[in-house]
């Protein structure tokens, strides 16, 4: 197994949560980074993402809310999510991309994590 998400939950409006995503070595250390999710009825949207050196890119809507890292010594990436909203409920992917360049393109992305739920209640 390539990646593996966890860390998914059911909260409250205004709650946090963190995710995590292990990797395999050679996945994780060359590759950037990123978490997509995908809401029922929706297509996978772009969440974050981080290159190998700790360059970040966020969408417009998690941004200020959502932290991306990546811990490049025990080969595991985060996302930590503050301030949740029914908004945010949707399977969060961790996924790899082949190369060392940041994407927001699905397409650009060579491995994916299994998801991981994440409902907000309000």
């Known amino acids: 197994v390539q990646l593996q998400a966890s860390g998914g939950g059911l909260v409250q409006t205004g709650s946090s949560l963190r995710l995590s995503c292990a990797a395999n070595?050679?996945?994780?250390?060359?590759?950037?980074m990123g978490w997509f999710r995908q809401a029922p009825g929706k297509e996978r949207e772009f969440v974050a993402a981080?290159?190998?050196?700790?360059?970040?890119d966020y969408a417009d809507s998690v941004k200020g809310r959502f932290t991306i890292s990546r811990d490049n010594t025990k080969d595991v990436l985060y996302l930590q999510m503050d301030s949740l909203t029914p908004e945010d409920t949707a399977v969060y992917y961790c996924?790899?991309?082949?190369?060392?360049?940041?994407?927001?393109?699905?397409?650009?992305?060579?491995?994916w994590g299994q998801g991981t739920q994440v409902t907000v209640s309000s």
């Open positions: 996924a790899a991309v082949l190369g060392s360049l940041m994407s927001r393109r699905v397409s650009d992305y060579r491995y």
């Open positions: 981080i290159s190998r050196t700790y360059d970040t």
């Open positions: 070595r050679r996945t994780f250390r060359n590759n950037a």
